[in-house]
């Protein structure tokens, strides 16, 4: 789901769902407060889903398949930075990606930005991704406690992302493939919105549909400052390793 919020008159988020195969989910968030977020967001999701498509199939190694998705996201840069700089309306534009793979046996995570990938495992949920942001930096480095991460005025600053410079940082995190667990994939209108315990316990108490229009509506309903996309994704069984 994605959802404007109650402020922002355009919609700089993108998020894309391989609904054939379920195995590639992406979240992108352009970069709020600069020239044409929502052309970023669109060219990188786009250009990522199309190399996968073209590139990409379940049954290549594991290992082959996390670079051609670096290469995916490197030329997403590539392209991005190159049309930022052909057109002024589109200077300076960026975006966040947050990108999840499930293969046979193991998960696959890669984030650039400060969009999330959670998992909810039995009663807790976990954050898997880090925020490559300010507030990050500050928060691991101890100068400002967790409470002051969540209401901190510079929340809004990045310190990577796609599209401004070619030097860009990228996580990867490979987890194995469990039963039972949902993954969330979300932009950080939704984080910055809701609390970390909060998102836990609405994850635990509904279906991933009620928890996917509840989770947009308590956003919303806290003010809905920016721009809320999510992906829900309820893992119930091992998928068949043949497959």
Do not use: W
């Amino acid at each position: 789901m994605t959802d404007v919020g109650n402020v922002r008159k355009l919609n700089e988020d993108e998020l894309f769902i391989d609904e054939k195969y379920q195995r590639l989910f992406l979240v992108a968030d352009g970069m709020g407060g600069h020239n044409a977020g929502d052309v970023a967001s669109k060219m990188a999701v786009n250009i990522i889903r199309n190399y996968y498509l073209e590139n990409i199939h379940q049954d290549m190694p594991l290992d082959s398949i996390k670079e051609a998705f670096l290469d995916a996201i490197k030329i997403a840069n590539e392209t991005i930075i190159r049309a930022s700089k052909k057109f002024d309306h589109l200077r300076n534009m960026g975006t966040t990606l947050n990108l999840v793979y499930i293969h046979k046996q193991e998960i696959v995570f890669i984030n650039v930005g400060d969009s999330r990938a959670y998992i909810l495992n039995g009663n807790v949920l976990k954050q898997i991704t880090i925020d490559h942001s300010l507030v990050e930096e500050l928060l691991r480095t101890g100068r400002i406690s967790a409470s002051e991460a969540h209401n901190h005025p510079q929340k809004n600053i990045i310190t990577s992302c796609l599209g401004t410079k070619d030097d860009y940082k990228v996580d990867v995190y490979r987890i194995k493939k469990m039963e039972n667990i949902k993954i969330l994939l979300c932009t950080d209108g939704l984080t910055n919105a809701i609390e970390h315990i909060e998102l836990e316990e609405i994850l635990i108490n509904s279906n991933v549909n009620e928890a996917t229009e509840k989770l947009v509506s308590q956003a919303k309903a806290y003010g809905g400052f920016d721009n809320i996309t999510l992906i829900l994704i309820e893992l119930e069984e091992p998928r068949d390793t043949n497959e």
